[in-house]
């Protein structure tokens, strides 16, 4: 089956400092990969996403990096701010399946930003 | 900017009682889902919802759960008699196409007890 794993189940980072979050996924046949930030209380919020003809992305601040070849991809954060500090889920798709849009999310990293 | 609402926020019930959560997705979107998350643990898949119809659903999804889309609206999720271990946090979420991230409400709290 399916399964979305991260690497590390804590982050504890300086303000100021770059941030790298990882995930790692079995399913070959996901296109489609997105990072989200869950803070405390509230729903999982969209923060970047990347299809698999790409192997990088960029927003604000944030930088998706995408590896096929095996199967693992990393948000980065800028300069991470205190309001940073949440859960960060990664969550794999695929696309081209039936009309389900379904997302498998990975257990999830807690960021914590230290001023 | 357009959000998903959720509610109630909160919902206690007792254990074999019926409850439906209830959910307005973004009014543009096409694609509607019911997820989620026991306290500490990952976000998991319940449902998926498209064109008046189940597109996909878990082992989760079992026969007490059901979906409902009553109105142009609303999108419901109604389990039939809860058990204890359907304590969780509920979330719906909507995208305006399969091939796009998620908008999720801010959940709703099960507690069965």
């Known amino acids: 089956g399916e399964s979305v794993g991260l690497h590390l189940p804590t982050l504890s980072v300086q303000e100021g400092d770059n941030s790298i979050i990882n995930c790692a996924y079995s399913?070959?046949?996901?296109?489609?990969f997105i990072w989200y930030k869950q803070e405390s209380g509230k729903g999982p919020q969209f923060i970047i996403d990347?299809?698999?003809?790409?192997d990088k992305r960029q927003g604000q601040r944030v930088t998706v990096l995408l590896n096929k070849t095996v199967k693992h991809l990393s948000l980065q954060i800028a300069a991470t701010q205190p309001g940073d500090s949440a859960v960060y889920f990664c969550a794999e798709r695929t696309t081209r399946r039936t009309n389900a849009g379904k997302s498998t999310f990975g257990d999830g990293t807690t960021l914590t930003v230290k001023p | 900017e357009p959000e998903v609402t959720q509610t109630p926020s909160h919902q206690v019930t007792q254990m074999g009682q019926e409850v439906i959560l209830r959910c307005v997705p973004i009014s543009n979107h096409l694609y509607f889902y019911w997820y989620r998350q026991i306290l500490g643990q990952k976000v998991e898949f319940l449902v998926s919802?498209?064109?008046?119809?189940?597109?996909?659903k878990s082992e989760i999804f079992d026969d007490q759960f059901s979906v409902e889309r009553p109105d142009g609206s609303n999108f419901t999720l109604k389990i039939r008699s809860t058990k204890l271990e359907d304590s969780a946090m509920y979330f719906c979420?909507?995208?305006?196409?399969?091939?796009?991230?998620?908008?999720f409400g801010s959940g709703t709290r099960l507690t069965v007890v």
């Open positions: 990347i299809r698999s003809n790409m």
């Open positions: 919802f498209y064109n008046n119809e189940i597109s996909e």
């Open positions: 979420a909507s995208s305006l196409d399969s091939g796009y991230g998620y908008t």
């Open positions: 399913n070959s046949a996901s296109d489609y």
